[in-house]
C-alpha cells in the first residue's frame, strides 16, 4: 500500500514537471533512510513548494481544496478530534452531515491519518485538501488549548520586519548597560511584545492554569502552566524576546524596570474573557536572567463555599463545628498551592455577618470579600503581620484571618488574640495537622498556651478529578484491594480513571477537590501536647479518636469515583505512608 502511494504522488510530480527526476529520487532515498512522508520530505528539502503540492494533488485525485481563513467551522464539530491528533496528523474537523465527516487534511495520501481518523470517530470520513500553514492557523483560532500559531505568525511577522534582530541588539546593549530606562519603556510598548505577552497571559486563563512560570534556558524562552497542580510546557519562543517580555511584565505591575539584580514583587489586572482577572509576579534573577513566576488569581473561578470544596461530612463539620465557637484558634496546614487560602476564606464566609468585624490581613490579599476588612501587610515600610496584628485588636474584631504565620512574633500575638477573646484563622506550612503542634512549639510557643488557644488544626491537599467526559470504569485486582486496605462487601471493587479527550487536553482529569484531615484539640490530645509527647503518639490517639488521615479521605473519594488511586498516593505520600489505611 505504502509503495503504491509512493508511486502515485512521483507520478503526479513527474508528469507534471513539479519535481525533478533526480531531486525525487533523492527524495525517496531520504525517506527509507529516514522514514517519514513523502510529501513532507519534497517540502522540506525545498524541492517543492507547500501550495504547489497542494494544486497538483488536489487536480490529479479529484480532492477539491478549501481556504479555512474563509469557513466558519462549528464548534461541535471541533470537539470530534482531540487537538493533539489534529496536530499529529495536520487536519481538522470541517462539517458533519449524517454519518460522514469531513476533514481538511494537508497529506491526503497519508492512509493511516484517515484510517485513525476514522476508528476514532466511528464515521465516514471524507478528505478535503488544505495547506498545512492553514491547518495550524486553523487551530490556533478554534482550539483552546493554547496559543502557538498566532505566537508564531506574530514571531514570523517580526522577523519579516527585522524586528527580531532589533530585540537581540536591544538586549545586549541592556545587558551591558547602554540602555536607558526610557529606551526599556518604549521597547516594552511595542505592539508585537505586548501581543505576545497578553497571549501567554489568554492562554493561561484558558488553560484554567493556577500559575505561569517564564524561564530564559540557554537558547530559548520557555513557558510553562501549572494546570490542575501539574506543570504543562507550552510554547518555546526565542530567547531575544526574554527581555522584552519581563518588562513588559514589570511595567504591567509598576515594578523597577531597570532593576535586574534583585527580586520583585507586585501585581496587576488584566481583563480577559469579559471579567477582570489578577496576577501576582514574582521576578528572580537567575544565571540565565530573570526568571518569571505568575500567581493567577481568577476570581469567576473562585470557589468561597465551604461546602463545594469536596471534603468529607465529618471532616466539614468539625470545621463548622470549630467556627461556630466565638474565640480560639483554627489553623489550616500544607505545601504551598494546597488551598488553604481558599479554606479560610471559605470559613470567613461562613461565619460572616452584619453581627461580626471581621478583619484580614494577608500579604497581599488574595480576594476582595464584601463586609470584610482586609489589610495588606507591606513589610517594607513596617506593616508587618505583627505590627498590623497589634492595631487590628485595637479595632475590636471579632474575628481576625491571618495569611500566614512565619515567626514567634506572629503566633504570640495571635495566640493572645484567641485567649482574649478573639477568632483567629490562620495558615501554617506543615505538611500534617498533627505536625503542626510540633512547629509551633519548635517556634517557642508553649504547650500551656496552646492547649488553652487551639480549637483545630486541618491538613489539606488538592487532587485532580477525573474527566467526567471521558471517565470510565475499570477493576482491581485483589492484591491491590488488599494492599489497599479496603473491604468490599461484594468480591470485586470497581474504580474509575480518565482515558484522556479534548475537554481535558487528554490528561484524563479536569479540576480539583480537596481532601482534608482535622485535628481536634480535645482533653486526651491536650494532655499529650502538655506532656510533649512525640507527633507519631498524637497522630494515634487522634485515629482511635476518630480523626479521618489524608490518605483516608482520599480513598474515599477513590470508591465514589471522584479521583484515582495513583492521584491520591501522589499527593499524600510521606508522612501518609506509615499509617495503617
Known sequence: MIVGLKEKLSKILADKNLVKTENLAKALAFQKEKGGSLSDILVDLG???????????SQELGIPPINLSRYKINPVVIKLIPKKIARQYKILPISKMGDTLTIAIADPLNVFAIDDIKALTGFKINPIITTEKDILDAMGQYYDENAYVAIEKIVEDMAEEDEVRLLEKAAQDEELGFQSATDILKMTQDAPVVKITNLFLSEAVNLRASD?????????????YRVDGIFREGRR???????AVVSRLKVMSDLDIAERRLPQDGRFKVKLRGGEVDFRISVLPSSMGEKVALRILDKSQ?????????FDKKSLDEIRKAAARPHGMILMCGPTGCGKTTTLYSILEHVNSPEKNIVTVEDPVEYLIEGINQVTARPDIGLTF???LRSILRQDPNVIMIGEIRDFETVDIAIKAALTGHLVL??????TATGSIIRLVNMGVEPFLLTSSLIAVGAQ????????????????????????????ESGKVTFYKGKGCVNCFGSGYKSRVGILEVLMLTPKIKSLILEGSQEYKIREQAR???????RENGMINVMNGVTTIEEVVRVTVGEQDLDTV
Not at 544 to 549: H, K, P, R, W
Open 302 to 310: 473562585a470557589m468561597l463555599d465551604i461546602e463545594k470544596l469536596g
Open 47 to 57: 524541492y517543492i513548494s507547500r501550495s504547489d503540492l497542494m494544486i497538483a494533488l
Open 426 to 431: 490562620s495558615t501554617l506550612h506543615t505538611t
Open 386 to 388: 505583627a505590627g498590623a
Open 544 to 550: 482511635q479518636e476518630g480523626m479521618v488521615t489524608l
Open 212 to 224: 505561569i512560570l517564564i524561564e530564559p534556558l540557554e537558547n530559548d524562552l520557555r513557558i510553562r
Open 461 to 488: 491537599r488538592l487532587v485532580r478529578r477525573i474527566c467526567p467526559t471521558c471517565k470510565e470504569p475499570y477493576e482491581v485486582s485483589k492484591d491491590t484491594i488488599e494492599k489497599l486496605g479496603i473491604k468490599p
Open 237 to 243: 519562543v526565542q530567547k531575544a524576546l526574554h527581555n
